[in-house]
C-alpha cells in the first residue's frame, strides 16, 4: 500500500481504536492518526508472529488487525502518558 493509504487506513483504525477505548487524550487528529498507523504496523507484526495473518490492504482481516494493533498501541500511549 502506498503512503496515502496507510495515513487512511491509520485515520479509520485510530478512531475505532478510540470508540473502543474512550477517554481524554491529548494531540488530537494527528495523534490518532499516528497511533492508528503505529497500531496498523504492531497488529500486522504480532498477526504475522501468531499466524493470524497480516495486514496487506483494504480487507476485512487486515481492518481487524490494525483496529486491535491502535487498541493495543493506545493502551500503551496512556500508560506511558500517566
Same mark, same amino acid.
Given at each position: *500500500? @502506498?503512503? %496515502? +493509504?496507510? !495515513?487512511?487506513? /491509520? %485515520?479509520?483504525? @485510530?478512531? $475505532?481504536?478510540?470508540?473502543? *477505548?474512550? &477517554?481524554? =487524550? &491529548? @494531540? ?5 492518526? %499516528?497511533?492508528? !498507523?503505529? /497500531?496498523?504496523?504492531?497488529? @500486522?507484526?504480532?498477526? +504475522?508472529? $501468531?499466524? %493470524? &495473518? =497480516?495486514?496487506? /490492504? ?5 481492518? !481487524? !488487525?490494525?483496529?486491535? /494493533?491502535?487498541? $493495543?498501541? $493506545?493502551?500503551?500511549?496512556?500508560? *506511558?502518558?500517566?
Amino acid at each position: *500500500m @502506498g503512503i %496515502l +493509504s496507510w !495515513i487512511v487506513f /491509520g %485515520l479509520i483504525a @485510530g478512531i $475505532l481504536a478510540k470508540f473502543f *477505548m474512550p &477517554g481524554r =487524550d &491529548g @494531540g488530537g487528529i494527528i495523534i490518532t492518526i %499516528l497511533l492508528g !498507523i503505529a /497500531g496498523a504496523v504492531v497488529g @500486522g507484526f504480532i498477526g +504475522s508472529a $501468531l499466524g %493470524l &495473518g =497480516d495486514v496487506t /490492504g483494504f480487507n476485512f482481516r487486515s481492518f !481487524i !488487525i490494525a483496529v486491535a /494493533g491502535g487498541v $493495543l498501541v $493506545l493502551f500503551v500511549y496512556r500508560r *506511558m502518558r500517566s
